[in-house]
């Protein structure tokens, strides 16, 4: 089972658990499961917008447009709610629905004009964010006896933490991602893409098709990361959630994926938002770190990850190579450095 | 081949020109005194002049974004490589006596550096330029930052308040110094093969390798060159307002200086640089913005027109859409003949 595909996971695993056990060997606070469960519930709707964006990376592609869509549905399911008293619960419907409708857009615009992904989500990102602006220029708190009883159901872990509402449905967002990807023929069409588009087809893979519904299950994802936003922060915000299509994409590298496509875990994007989470609580409770030291920590790890990526691809190939030929040609990698 | 002294009048070249006359005069229609440009003090002003003004940074980070984009490449770092040339300039006026120049040089210096980083992880680790600019675009804010401690450091320089908002000639300072900017690389490009050999590179790297074309070299030098304008811009954009503002130097400045490259017409996927339609794309942009801000509509709608002309921009400029298109009009001239 220990095969390239996996290391980079292993990898996550790895970092992950060394830096918590920095956290439980330096902080006494550590130690309750308090600040996990805390970690799933700030970082609940970059977990999703990440699960989301895996499938994106898996085929090869990249939506920027998510941090647009997040502050999109977060100030639309304000407008629902408190400006026209819809129901939360059909608010967040009809929010889920807009946000595939125009991840499924996006989508038909990448796959039938065969237009790269990275620009067309690059427009999404302008267009979302101008959306946002045309509904609401204002924070509007979402106030609804629904919500606060969402907010109360908390269930209690053994040392003082707890499950909140948003990280129990980050939970359930998560595990329907892992089996879709691994599970379905949606699924398996999503890494054959990644792999080889070309190959794919001639497989009978129905790379259109499944290009749309790639697009259109970020949107989806992305939107209910607005909706677990908007109820985590009790409000909408048109500039909520800037850049967080980059911390997405981070998660989504950090976890183990291949930015060229083809190979990753979904699991991989849940670990990778977590150890950003981590290291942003271990910058608090360091107390003397300013918050830019996150950014500039996380610049660096996805570095490290990208390039023990291209390291592992390069070994592995290198090896298979010479498993196959008796003298491999002079990788040009290596050639000009 | 394509040259920015002389472009070829064809229909791909003019529709950008088109598109940025006919916006000013529609602006001018609904704006009245728009066209206006009045002389005071020796100074030229008017809302053109100011859109020129204003277009300055993104223009300059457009250019060098047309010859990354030229060799199949994209720089999203730009807006923080934005920050930390405003960074360097404000900490080093306000913190030593160095010579204005000195201080100007640093932050370029500053600038070509993160370019130098960028252009390494994209051709010695081969890295895909999304993914290596983007570890920048997440970091780099973090850096300037670092370097104004994490507060909006203001200063006060004479040659610095001429940059930002001086005039020489009449013109404005800023406006002088791109315009020497791009003329000069307008001229290296196209008065010497170097052009040649970044549209070489971007329609295919490897061939160019193999004509003995130093392609790891180009690439190196165009995201150096991208830095050293987004550098300029920086400097720029921190002279006007006097002060570094890590957060928002610069943000979402490499949307819109991508979108000029492709209203320009560069192809994403490498292989053309249009140096002279870049710089028009641009005004195009700082156009419409000016447009929609003086019309009286809601600043918010500029997003969406942004959007919609880059998603149209796209749509036209997409083969799908043309096949499609030229199969549609075979078929009405069949049906016509057959009649």
Not at chain 1, 230 to 236: H, K, L
Request: glycine share 10%.
């Amino acid at each position: 089972m220990l095969n390239e595909r996996v290391l980079p996971l292993i990898a996550t695993i790895v970092v992950f658990v060394l830096l918590y056990g920095y956290g439980i060997y330096e902080y006494k606070g550590f130690r309750d499961t308090l600040v996990f469960t805390n970690l799933l519930t700030d970082n609940a709707f970059l977990i999703v917008t990440a699960v989301g964006m895996s499938f994106v990376i898996i085929s090869g592609g990249i939506d920027l447009s998510v941090g647009s869509m997040i502050a999109f549905i977060g100030v639309l399911l304000a407008y629902l709610i408190s400006g026209l008293g819809i129901h939360p619960v059909f608010a967040a419907v009809i929010a889920l629905c807009v946000a595939t409708f125009f991840g499924t857009m996006m989508g038909v615009i990448i796959a039938y004009f065969d237009i790269q992904p990275f620009i067309v989500t690059l427009a999404g990102l302008f267009l979302f964010r101008g959306l946002a602006y045309l509904i609401n220029l204002d924070s509007v708190p979402i106030d609804h006896s629904f919500l606060v009883t969402l907010a109360e159901i908390y269930v209690p872990l053994p040392g003082r933490g707890g499950l909140t509402f948003i990280a129990m449905a980050m939970i359930v967002l998560l595990v329907i991602g892992m089996v879709v990807a691994k599970r379905t023929r949606f699924g398996l069409n999503v890494y054959a893409i990644g792999g080889d588009k070309q190959s794919a087809s001639l497989l009978g893979v129905p790379v259109n098709r499944t290009l749309v519904k790639i697009y259109a299950l970020s949107g989806f994802y992305s939107g209910a990361a607005g909706i677990v936003f908007a109820i985590y922060t009790g409000s909408g915000y048109p500039l909520a959630a800037v850049g967080v299509e980059l911390d997405a994409i981070a998660a989504v590298v950090i976890g183990g994926t291949l930015l060229t496509g083809g190979v990753g875990f979904v699991v991989g994007a849940f670990l990778g938002a977590l150890i950003q989470g981590i290291i942003q609580t271990l910058i608090i409770f360091d107390g003397t770190l300013n918050s830019w030291w996150t950014k500039v920590a996380i610049g660096v790890l996805l570095l490290l990850f990208i390039l023990m990526q291209k390291g592992i691809v390069h070994f592995t190939k290198r090896y298979t190579e010479k498993s196959v030929k008796p003298e491999p040609e002079a990788v040009p990698v290596t050639k000009a450095a | 081949m394509q040259f920015v002294s002389k472009p070829r009048p064809d229909a791909k070249t003019l529709a950008p020109v088109i598109s940025l006359f006919v916006l000013i005069m529609g602006t001018s229609l609904v704006t009245p005194g728009f066209l206006d440009i009045s002389i005071v003090d020796g100074h030229i002003y008017g809302s053109l002049v100011d859109i020129v003004h204003r277009a300055t940074p993104m223009l300059l980070v457009a250019v060098g974004m047309a010859i990354v984009i030229g060799t199949k490449g994209i720089d999203l770092s730009v807006g923080s490589i934005i920050a930390i040339s405003g960074a360097v300039t404000a900490v080093l006026t306000v913190n030593t006596e160095w010579l204005p120049f000195v201080v100007m040089g640093c932050a370029l210096l500053a600038g070509m550096a993160c370019g130098l980083w960028n252009g390494l992880l994209v051709t010695v680790f081969g890295i895909q330029p999304i993914v290596a600019t983007l570890i920048l675009m997440v970091a780099g804010r973090g850096i300037a930052q670092m370097i104004t401690g994490g507060q909006i450091v203001t200063f006060h320089s004479e040659f610095f308040n001429a940059i930002g908002n001086g005039f020489f000639a009449g013109l404005p300072l800023r406006v002088v110094l791109a315009i020497v900017i791009v003329v000069a690389t307008a001229l290296v490009l196209r008065k010497t093969a170097l052009g040649l050999f970044f549209e070489s590179v971007g329609a295919n790297a490897e061939s160019s390798r193999l004509m003995g074309i130093d392609s790891r070299m180009l690439i190196l030098i165009a995201y150096v060159f991208s830095g050293f304008c987004s550098a300029m811009a920086g400097i720029i954009l921190a002279a006007d307002i006097r002060g570094a503002d890590a957060n928002n130097a610069g943000l979402w400045l490499e949307l819109d200086a991508i979108l000029a490259v492709v209203i320009a017409g560069a192809s994403l996927s490498g292989g053309r640089i249009y140096l002279g339609l870049t710089v028009i794309g641009a005004l195009i942009i700082q156009t419409l913005t000016t447009a929609i801000l003086t019309s009286g509509l809601p600043a918010q709608y500029n997003l969406i027109v942004k959007a919609s002309i880059v998603l149209l921009v796209l749509l036209i400029q997409s083969s799908r859409t043309r096949d499609f298109v030229k199969s549609r009009l075979m078929l009405a001239r069949r049906s016509s003949h057959v009649e």
